[in-house]
């Protein structure tokens, strides 16, 4: 017997292991049931892995100790939607970790009623989705530079924010030098976490040449 198929099999839900067990064990996000009480009572290992918790610790405990406290309360309107026959879009919520670190997770809720139409358990799709907040947080943060004007220190910050943002190990932000359309200024550069404040240089021959001619370029990782 799978860890999956017996997950599954240790929840009382209503015709439940059949049509989920290939959604467990596929899906690359966490895929959640919790009772009407909001108790996990069964989920993939994808949960365990994103919550930090081992499958007996998870199972049983409320959700209400794996969201952040600040939000619990708006956790507890979506359960009332569902259970009042509204259906809820796509949310955001910031869970925490078996270890105290925030994890950013979209979630997409439903109720599933039995067939006398009672509530018989939430189900919930969460997706990580940390990198897409940080790369967020990483233009908040050069939105915050620019609004006094793009100087030095906005294309120092900018070029740092776009390679840690794009997990690279060099960036640079060049312009066109207006006195010799065959040469280009660098403005910023940085390269494997340091600035390198390198001079003009000639665009013949190199990538910018393309990029001022308004083509795009791309390198594939590893070249």
């Known amino acids: 017997m ?6 599954l099999r240790k929840t009382k839900l209503p015709n439940y292991e059949q049509p989920y067990e290939a959604l467990f064990e596929q ?3 966490a895929v959640v049931i919790l009772d009407p009480e909001g108790r996990y009572v069964a989920f993939n290992a994808r949960t365990t892995e994103m919550l930090g918790y ?3 610790e998870l199972l049983g405990m409320p959700m209400s100790e794996t969201v952040k406290a600040e939000e619990y309360p708006q956790s507890e ?12 879009p796509l ?15 979209e979630i997409n809720a439903s109720l599933v009623r ?6 018989a358990y ?7 989705i940390s990198d897409r907040k940080r790369e967020e947080e990483a233009l908040r943060r050069i939105a915050e530079v620019t609004a006094g004007g793009p100087d030095t220190a906005f294309f120092q910050a900018a070029v740092k924010h776009l390679a840690r943002t794009l997990r690279m190990r060099a960036a ?43 083509e795009e370029l791309f390198y594939r990782s590893g070249i």
């Open 91 to 105: 949310y955001e919520r910031t869970l925490i970790r078996k270890d105290g670190e925030p994890l950013a997770v």
């Open 27 to 29: 899906v690359n996000d």
């Open 77 to 88: 309107r979506v359960m009332e939607r569902l259970l009042a026959g509204q259906s809820v």
């Open 54 to 56: 081992t499958e007996e």
């Open 172 to 214: 640079c932000i060049t312009e066109w030098s207006g006195d010799d359309p065959g040469r280009a200024r660098v403005m910023a550069w940085w390269i494997g976490g340091e600035r390198d404040d390198t001079p003009e240089y000639a665009i013949a021959g190199t990538p910018s040449e393309t990029v001022f001619r308004g």
């Open 122 to 128: 939430f189900q919930a799709v969460g997706r990580d």
């Open 2 to 7: 799978s860890s999956s198929q017996s997950r």
């Open 114 to 119: 039995d067939e006398q139409g009672r509530p």
